[in-house]
C-alpha cells in the first residue's frame, strides 16, 4: 500500500477506511479488533524520540466491528481527559473522518455498547 503524503489528510484518513474494509471484504464476523487504548503519546508510536504519554493506560478495547472499537476509544480518552484532546493537539485535523468514512462504505459503525471487564 502506497501513499501520496502531499495529499490531503482528508484523503490519507478515507484511505485508511478503505485498506482496512479491503482487507477483511467478505469475513464478517471473523476478525476480532483489539485496541490498546495504553501510553498514548501526541506523535505516532513508532517516533524515534522521547515521546511521554498524554494519559494514563486506560486499557484494552476489542470487538468484531473496527469502527465501533475506534469510536469507543476516542470517547474513553476524550472522557478520561475531559476534553477532546485529538482536536486540541490537532487543531486542523478531523479526527471523525476515518470513522464517518469507514461507517459510510460499510466498514462497521459508530454505535457501540461498552462492556467493562475486570
Known sequence: IGF???EADRKFQEKMAEHAL?????HPQKVVYLN??????RQCD?????N??????????A?????AVDRACYDVANATLGEDVFRS???ALDPLIQLEHGEAIGLGTQKYKLVELK
Open 22 to 26: 479491503g482487507a477483511v471484504i467478505g
Open 36 to 41: 490498546y487504548l495504553m501510553y498514548i503519546t
Open 52 to 61: 511521554p504519554p498524554l494519559f494514563n493506560d486506560v486499557g484494552i478495547f
Open 46 to 50: 513508532c517516533w524515534n524520540a522521547p
Open 4 to 6: 501520496d503524503w502531499a
Open 63 to 67: 470487538g468484531f466491528d473496527p469502527v
Open 89 to 91: 493537539l490537532w487543531p
